[in-house]
């Protein structure tokens, strides 16, 4: 599901395409329903509840009784897809009992694929859309790939760069010796987390459960984990609102 979706991403990139803005003051394209309308397409076949960022909004008091779920970024980046800056991608996520259990994020430009349940992976180069598992699996790196170095690499986000992060970061700087900071787009950022080619990405600005529930899978699965800023305790799932509390994803413990 999310190597087609990445394909019909791809027709749209590939135009000059229009953007539409939501109630949100978010952009919206036609890349965005066409990967949605995809997804929905394939996963609908498992029969379970669907939760996608373009599509219907399921009332809380029918949410709360799924004990398993699937949630959907059909095109996590459209800021990204916008600028054309290659950073974007395609996450789905099964969540079971508030948990993401599975995560898929796909990069669609550099056709990367990471992929995790109980172990986590990435693939690079993928060619073929109907891959098996077991393709996937032996083509695949399993993660993290831990590294010695002598820095923290720290990941902002290049829109959401507010003080509270910077108080953040400045805080790591007092505590590791040399502190770098990189910036990427969209769940892009969860899987470095996840590779081990970064440590530490906090959040102190506005995301969706959809946003990270893939990431956040794929990371628990390499070792790493996301938790709350505030309790320190990891992110819950299906809430009644959405919206996530300001978060800190971490890596496998690495020896710098």
């Known amino acids: 599901a999310a190597l087609q979706a990445g394909e019909e991403i791809l027709k749209v990139y590939n135009t000059a395409f229009a953007v539409q803005q939501k109630t949100d003051n978010s952009p919206l394209t036609q890349a965005d329903r066409n990967a949605h309308n995809t997804i929905v ?20 008091s029918t949410r709360k009784t799924w004990k398993q779920f699937w949630m959907v970024d059909p095109l ?8 054309r800056n290659d950073e974007f991608t395609v996450n789905i996520a099964l969540i079971e009992q508030g948990v993401p259990t599975m995560g ?19 693939v690079k180069n993928i060619t073929h859309l109907n891959c098996s598992l077991p393709h996937l699996i032996q083509n695949a790196q399993q993660l993290p790939v831990l590294q010695k170095r002598s820095s923290c690499i720290v990941l902002a986000s290049r829109s959401h760069l507010n003080k ?11 505590k590791h010796q040399n502190v770098l900071i990189s910036s990427k787009g969209s769940s892009l950022k969860l899987c470095l987390i996840a590779a081990g ?3 530490v990405y906090p959040r102190f ?14 990371i628990n699965a390499a070792g790493g984990g996301v ?19 300001s978060f800190v994803a971490q890596g496998k413990l690495i020896l710098y």
């Open 41 to 60: 397409k394939i996963v609908e076949k498992t029969k379970l509840p669907i939760v996608s960022e373009e599509g219907a909004q399921v009332a809380y």
């Open 76 to 83: 996590d980046g459209t800021k990204e897809f916008v600028n």
């Open 104 to 122: 898929v994020i796909y990069v669609p430009v550099s056709k990367t694929l990471y992929f995790a349940d109980k172990e986590a992976y990435k």
């Open 164 to 174: 509270t992060t910077k108080d953040y970061i400045n805080e790591l700087k007092e």
């Open 197 to 199: 080619e970064a440590d």
């Open 205 to 218: 600005s506005p995301t969706m459960e959809w946003d990270i529930a893939a990431g956040h899978a794929i």
């Open 227 to 245: 938790m709350q800023a505030k309790t320190k305790q990891p992110l819950h799932y299906n809430k009644e609102n959405l919206l996530n509390p």
